[in-house]
């Protein structure tokens, strides 16, 4: 084991870049059987997956917390000497790592939409990050042309140091059976973290304007507390309305198979998405779903999903009673969304990384 490559899979339990983390990199570790890899690792993250545990990986805890201060400090004595690749899966970077690096950058939401994130000093954070990206990766991996394209309209990198390669979703998504109802009403779903950008002010503006037209209620599955940028006025609203509202917090994954395959729809109208796992999810187990036509989702939807304009609660609300109401629109969206899922695989995704990892270390 000659070569060593260092990964921070810090963001592993994220739900965003997790699913990626989670997905992607057991697979790397397996296509490098002779490589030795570092993993940097939150300390109080526990080591519940095998991959963690193989011959060639070694655990790095790191104290520090993602885009603090302090892990500019502890990153560079935490990396070992002996490192051939560092590769970062989110784009806050060791500023002072001199070797060969790999980064993967998810979305610019920072940089592109500054309202919709946290403090400023966050927002600057994130520009110095993306700024020495450019001098100083070997490549950049982006999860969609979306993103790529923002990365050059909104910085100084060259498109030539970037690679989109699409993440994709997990094979067993298109295996599920459904078991017990995890709610006995029919409902709308939404998946994802209470966050300015993903626009669940909007969503309940809508569900508010058909509230009386259907029977559903209106399920939101994910995190709602311990975030930066958590969308306090979101829980304020959907309060007013518990009695056709539901938050459900953080599930396990077999609860949210069962909250997915049960579901009418998911409804999905972010502001902006550097690609959007929850509808490729939906897709893959036969949910149909409505997304905004905006940013990244309808490259990575494409025909297999009802577009709304996330601006108007009125248009969001028009495709919800569309997709309630016409059986023939719900049956089409699931044949198209499965056909869609099909095509994106972290199979094909790791494949193409492998290339790019192995250009990087040729280097």
Known sequence: MNKIITIDIRKLHDSGIGTYIINLIPKIINAFPDIKFYLLVQEEESREYEWMHQPNVVLIDIKSQSLSPGEQIELPRKIPQETSLYWATQFNIPLLYKGKLLVTVHDIIHVAKPKLVGKLHHQLYVKAMLSAIGFKASKILTVSHFTEDEIVRKTKINRDKIKTIYEGVDQQWFHLTKSINPHSKPYLLYVGNVKPHKNLRGLLGAFKLVMEQIPHNLIIVGRKEGMITTDN????????????????????NQTLEQYFLHADALVFPSFYEGFGIPPLEAMACGCPVIVSNAASLPEVCQDAAL?????????????????????????????????????????????????????????
């Open 233 to 252: 006025n979101v829980i304020l609203e959907a309060d007013k309305l518990s009695h056709r509202v539901k938050f459900t917090g953080y599930v396990d």
């Open 307 to 363: 577009y709304c304009n996330p601006y108007s609660e009125r248009d969001i609300a028009n495709q919800i009673l569309k997709i309630v109401s016409d059986d023939a629109l719900r049956a089409n969206l699931i044949e198209k969304g499965k056909h869609r899922a099909s095509q994106l695989t972290y199979a094909k995704c790791a494949t193409e990384t492998v290339r790019i990892i192995e250009e990087c270390m040729e280097e």
